[in-house]
T-cell receptor, first 113, second 109 residues
Framework: ETGVTQTPRHLVMGMTNKKSLKCEQH?????MYWYKQSAKKPLELMFV???????ENNSVPSRFSPECPNSSHLFLHLHTLQPEDSALYLC????????????FGSGTRLTVV | KQEVTQIPAALSVPEGENLVLNCSFT??????LQWFRQDPGKGLTSLLL?????REQTSGRLNASLDKSSGRSTLYIAASQPGDSATYLC????????FGAGTTVTVRA
């Protein structure tokens, strides 16, 4: 494990379901991120949390709702998704010190049916 | 907006050959650049982090160079092995991390 743990690893959900993705880090980092990776496309930044406050929302549809209850945990709540939302969702963490690198989790493979 | 390009998109080499992966970026005002490896369906593993003030970083068979003024970085992998087969991603940090589309490497035994 990389120090950033994501659950579940795989998720299949219907378009009317509500589900949540979970991310946990024990690296002492104070910033956490959600990225989306679709086939044949570069990783897209979705949300940034710094010191548990959302500092960036990259025009993500409201059917994706992030939550950061503390500096170690990050959630992505999903509801009424579309098939085109099927992708690999990656969580990352870092220090807000920009000289530090990012650590990524193993991702959740989401399939919307 | 930072644009990151990786060339080539795919590369197939026989075992033992050296690999050269290229990354270019449009805005040279960066803090650092990070190379990642991604196996199919998996997350990203950090390989090397090179700060904007550095010219290169080395780890084992891996060496990354950075020419910030020209907006280029190159990842060299010496004496490639089948286990090096993966997608390699370049990410540029200008306060946000921007990724290239990756280079998919296949090393043939």
């Amino acid at each position: 494990e990389t120090g950033v743990t994501q659950t579940p690893r795989h998720l299949v959900m219907g378009m009317t379901n509500k589900k949540s993705l979970k991310c946990e880090q024990h690296l002492g980092h104070n910033a956490m991120y959600w990225y989306k990776q679709s086939a044949k496309k570069p990783l897209e930044l979705m949300f940034v949390y710094s010191l548990e406050e959302r500092v960036e929302n990259n025009s993500v549809p409201s059917r994706f709702s992030p939550e950061c209850p503390n500096s170690s945990h990050l959630f992505l709540h999903l509801h009424t998704l579309q098939p085109e939302d099927s992708a690999l969702y990656l969580c990352a963490s870092s220090q807000r010190d920009v000289t530090r690198g990012y650590t990524f989790g193993s991702g959740t493979r989401l399939t919307v049916v | 907006k930072q644009e990151v390009t990786q060339i080539p998109a795919a590369l197939s080499v026989p075992e033992g050959e050296n690999l050269v992966l290229n990354c270019s970026f449009t805005d040279s005002a960066i803090y650092n650049l990070q190379w990642f490896r991604q196996d199919p369906g998996k997350g990203l593993t950090s390989l090397l982090l090179i700060q904007s003030s550095q010219r290169e970083q080395t780890s084992g068979r891996l060496n990354a160079s950075l020419d910030k003024s020209s907006g280029r970085s190159t990842l060299y992998i010496a004496a490639s092995q089948p286990g090096d087969s993966a997608t390699y991603l370049c990410a540029v940090n200008d306060y946000k991390l921007s990724f290239g589309a990756g280079t998919t490497v296949t090393v043939r035994a």
